[in-house]
């Protein structure tokens, strides 16, 4: 596999953002483990379903989230360090998203990098593609992440396996078609040092 070495956890910041942004890299090669921190607005927890069928080990935290658009925050440091706790005792490569475009993916993306080197973060699909959110070469300057690799996937295949585990997410694919005509690779960066 390209890229990643070992057996890692995906910390995905909602039930969806998994699949939605390394789909492809799921579909390659699977986690040991994955961790859903926030519960998500009207999003099934089709995650828990995904690891059970795939025999992954899984954590649901159900933290509050982050309103997305009144930028609420209910998360606690207790919150922090319990992610913290339970990668540490995973001990395994961490995968995350960079937090581009979305608060509740942005306090997972800083929680991360506060406490764990070597971590490698995914773009987050479609939040970083969305210009009104997020200019996103400035966003990766500030957070000095470096492009790692680019995992060239099958996108419609990834898409197949979204819709199958996140039924209640199929209005996403109306109202956010455009980002989806344009089949993105995923895009893998670590901290510059």
């Known amino acids: 596999m390209v890229g990643i070495e070992g057996d890692y956890v995906f910390i995905e910041s909602h039930p969806d953002d998994l699949l939605l942004s390394a789909g492809g890299l799921f579909l390659q090669k ?5 961790i859903t921190v926030f519960s998500g607005k009207n999003i099934d927890n089709g995650t828990k379903e995904l690891c059970k069928d795939y025999g992954i080990g899984y954590v649901f935290l159900n933290v509050p989230d982050i309103d997305y658009n009144e930028k609420i925050d ?8 319990l992610l913290v706790d339970i990668i540490k005792k995973a001990n395994l490569n961490v995968i995350t998203t960079m ?10 993306a800083n929680i991360i990098k506060d406490n764990f080197k070597d971590t490698i973060f995914v773009r987050d699909f479609p939040h970083s593609y969305k210009k009104r959110k997020v200019n996103f070469q400035e966003y990766v300057n500030k957070n000095k992440f470096k492009l790692s690799f680019i995992l060239e996937c099958d996108f419609d295949k990834k898409v197949e396996l979204f819709k199958y585990y996140y039924k209640s997410q199929k209005s996403l694919l109306f109202f956010e078609k455009r980002f989806f005509k344009i089949k993105p690779r995923e895009e893998y960066y670590t901290v510059k040092k």
């Open 30 to 34: 699977k986690p040991r483990m994955v």
């Open 74 to 81: 209910r998360t606690t440091p207790e919150h922090a360090n």
């Open 99 to 108: 937090g581009a475009g979305h608060p509740a993916h942005e306090w997972v």
